[in-house]
């Protein structure tokens, strides 16, 4: 069971969470602006804002960090043996690399919600026209993601569940760790026996926790496992 945030998709040119925005959004705070709080107040700029991610996606292509952990998924897959991958992050990098069956804990940017009659739909085009989207309802249009103070998707919670319930091995990748639910996964793994590994550039609360702690950049070391452990 693996579960993925911001630092995998780093090595393909998406900022994290932590690292301070570029340019024009230099004066913003990304943990401030993905909120409901900041949408309800100022939904321009925080659509202007995740069209800025959207495009800078849109551009993106999986590293070998997405690439590795697709190549696990498969193997697993054959052997009938189970494998989760859960991820935190919003680009659909993984899916890009071949992963089946991510788990998005907190959504996607690709698709956009309607505040007021709630229907969905995919938004591939960027940029966008207008700021923010207008549904054909008259409501504002948002990400069809998860911010702070909002329930996780229930089929995700449950999923996340289901794998924690069965899990031997956990591995916590490129993730700050400290945004929950899941922040508080590798805990639960750990209590119900599994063996835990952390791979992330810098320590986070749950190193001291893990059975290895693996300091440095997903890309490098996630290849390097696969390629000792399988000989591929
Ligand atoms: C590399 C690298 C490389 C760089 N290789 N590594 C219990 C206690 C206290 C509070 C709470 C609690 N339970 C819930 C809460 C409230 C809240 C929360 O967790 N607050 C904390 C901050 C304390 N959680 C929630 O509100 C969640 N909802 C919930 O739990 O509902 C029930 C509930 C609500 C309220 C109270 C109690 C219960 C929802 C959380 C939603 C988070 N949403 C966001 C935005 C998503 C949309 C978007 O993308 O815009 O999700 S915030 C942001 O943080 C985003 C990320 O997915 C998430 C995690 O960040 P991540 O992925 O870890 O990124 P970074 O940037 O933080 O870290 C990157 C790491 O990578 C760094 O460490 C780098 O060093 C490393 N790195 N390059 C390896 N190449
Ligand atoms: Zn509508």
Not at 2 to 19: H, Y
Not at 104 to 113: D, F, N, S, V
């Amino acid at each position: 069971m693996v579960v993925t945030g911001a630092g995998v998709s780093a090595e393909s040119g998406i900022p994290t969470f932590r690292d301070p925005l570029e340019g024009l959004w230099a004066k913003y705070d990304p943990r401030e602006l993905a909120t409901p709080e900041a949408f309800a107040r100022d939904p321009e700029t925080v659509t202007r804002w995740y069209d800025w991610r959207r495009q800078k996606c849109a551009g993106a292509k999986p590293n070998p960090a997405h690439l590795a952990l697709a190549w696990l998924g498969k193997h697993f897959q054959e052997q009938n043996r189970c494998f989760t991958l859960l991820t935190q992050n919003v680009d659909r990098l993984h899916q890009a690399a071949g992963s089946r069956n991510v788990v998005e804990l907190h959504g996607t940017l690709w698709i956009w919600r309607c505040t007021r009659c709630g229907i969905e739909h995919e938004e591939r085009e960027v940029p966008f026209k207008e700021y923010p989207l207008r549904c054909a309802c008259g409501g504002a249009r948002r990400p069809a993601v998860v911010w702070f103070g909002e329930l996780l998707p229930d089929d995700a919670i449950q999923n996340a569940h289901d794998a924690l319930e069965s899990c031997d091995l956990f591995f916590s990748i490129g993730t700050s760790a400290v945004v929950e639910p899941a922040a508080s996964f590798l805990h639960t793994a750990r209590r119900r026996g599994a063996k835990t590994a952390e791979i992330n550039r810098e320590p986070t609360p749950v190193s001291r926790m893990a059975d290895w702690s693996l300091q440095g950049s997903a890309g490098e070391i996630l290849p390097g496992l696969v390629q000792r452990v399988f000989g591929i």
